[in-house]
C-alpha cells in the first residue's frame, strides 16, 4: 500500500514526487515517459536550467528523486483507477494492479495539430505552442501564427511581443471579429483566411507557406494552435469536474471533485503551461495531499 500514486512524471509529478518522499511518505510514481515537449530542442524559462534539453531535465529530476528510497519509479503506463473503500487501485499496461490511499493525477495533455500536409516534421524547429517559452529565439524575424480557433487573436498578439512582422494564417476558418480585424490592421497584422495547402523547408526550418489559390508567403517559423486533450482517456471513466478551461477541476490544493484523487500541471488547463508552473502546481498538490493524509492520521 502506497500513501500516493502519482500519474505522469512530468515537472509537475517529478516535483510532487519530491515533496511527497521528503515528507517521509510511500510513493510510486508511473512514469509513462511520452512527455508532451519531447520534440523540443530545448526548454526555457525554468531558472538555473533555462535553455535544458527535455530529456537531460528528466534525468536530473530522476536524479533528485534516485536519492530517497521511498520513492519507486516504473516505467508503465496507468490505465484505470477504481474506488475500494478508503483505498484506489490503480492498474497499469502490463496488468499490475497497485494500492494507494491519495492519487496525483499529472499526466498532462496530447497536443492534435492542424489537418495541414508537412506540418509535423516543422513541429519543435521552425512550429511552437507556446511563445513564453520559444518567442526568444524567434525575436525579430518573420512569423506566422497558424490558429483555428477564436485563440488566433490572443495568441497572434501575444507573439507580436517578440517580432512585429507576424502575420496570422486560419485556414479556411473565420475566427475573428471585425474589431479584431480593425486591431490587427492597426499593427500592421496581415490576416490570411485561405487554406494552407504545404507547408516548404529544409531539415525542419521553415521557409514558405503555399495557399490553395497559389500565393506564397515566406515565414521562418512561428506559433501553431493544437487541439488538446487529455494524455490519459481513461480519466474519462472517472466523471472528474472539470472547469471551464475543459481540464480538471480543483481546489488551490489539487483536490478533484473526488476525495482522494487529485490533479495537477498542464492536465487541469488552469494555468500557462510551463515547466516551472507545472513544477510549483505539483509541489503545492503534494502539500495538499500530506496534510489531508495527516489530518487523518492524527
Known amino acids: 500500500m502506497f500513501d500516493c500514486i502519482i500519474i505522469g512524471g512530468g515537472p509537475a509529478g517529478l516535483n510532487g514526487s519530491l515533496v511527497l518522499g521528503r515528507a517521509g511518505r510511500e510513493i510510486l510514481l508511473l512514469d509513462e515517459n511520452k512527455p ?3 520534440v523540443t530542442q530545448e ?25 530517497y528510497p521511498n520513492i519507486t519509479i516504473e516505467s508503465k503506463r496507468a490505465t484505470s483507477i477504481t474506488q475500494e473503500g478508503t483505498y484506489f487501485i490503480v492498474e497499469t499496461n502490463e496488468d499490475d494492479q497497485y494500492k494507494a490511499k491519495k492519487v496525483i493525477i499529472s499526466s498532462g495533455l496530447k497536443d492534435s495539430l492542424p489537418a495541414i ?10 512550429f511552437f505552442s507556446c511563445p513564453f517559452c520559444d518567442g526568444y529565439e524567434m525575436r525579430n524575424q518573420p512569423l506566422v501564427v497558424i490558429a483555428e480557433s477564436e485563440h488566433a487573436f490572443h495568441v497572434t498578439k501575444m507573439l507580436w ?56 508567403v515566406t515565414r521562418v517559423g ?17 466523471n472528474l469536474n472539470r472547469n ?17 484523487i487529485y490533479a495537477c500541471g498542464d492536465a487541469t ?3 500557462v503551461p510551463q515547466l516551472i508552473i507545472a513544477a510549483a502546481q505539483g509541489s503545492k498538490t503534494a502539500s495538499g495531499v500530506i496534510a489531508d493524509l495527516i489530518s487523518e492520521e492524527f
Not at 174 to 191: D, H, M, P, T
Not at 245 to 253: M, R
Request: with cysteine.
Open 36 to 38: 508532451r515537449n519531447a
Open 43 to 67: 526548454s526555457h524559462g525554468f531558472i538555473t536550467r533555462d535553455g535544458i534539453k527535455p530529456a537531460e531535465f528528466k534525468n536530473l529530476a530522476k536524479q533528485d528523486l534516485a536519492k
Open 117 to 126: 500536409e508537412g506540418i509535423h516534421q516543422y513541429y519543435g524547429k521552425s
Open 161 to 216: 511581443n517578440w517580432s512585429k512582422d507576424v502575420i496570422l494564417c486560419t485556414n479556411g476558418h473565420n475566427v475573428l471579429s471585425e474589431e479584431q480585424l480593425a486591431s490587427f490592421e492597426k499593427n500592421n497584422i496581415k490576416v490570411y483566411e485561405e487554406k494552407i495547402t504545404s507547408l516548404q523547408g529544409k531539415n525542419g526550418q521553415l521557409e514558405k507557406l503555399v495557399f490553395a489559390d497559389g500565393k506564397e
Open 222 to 238: 512561428g506559433i501553431v494552435g493544437t487541439q488538446l486533450s487529455q494524455a490519459s482517456p481513461f480519466l474519462e471513466a472517472l
Open 244 to 260: 471551464a478551461q475543459g481540464g480538471i477541476e480543483t481546489d488551490t490544493f489539487g483536490r478533484s471533485s473526488i476525495p482522494g
Open 269 to 271: 488547463l488552469q494555468d
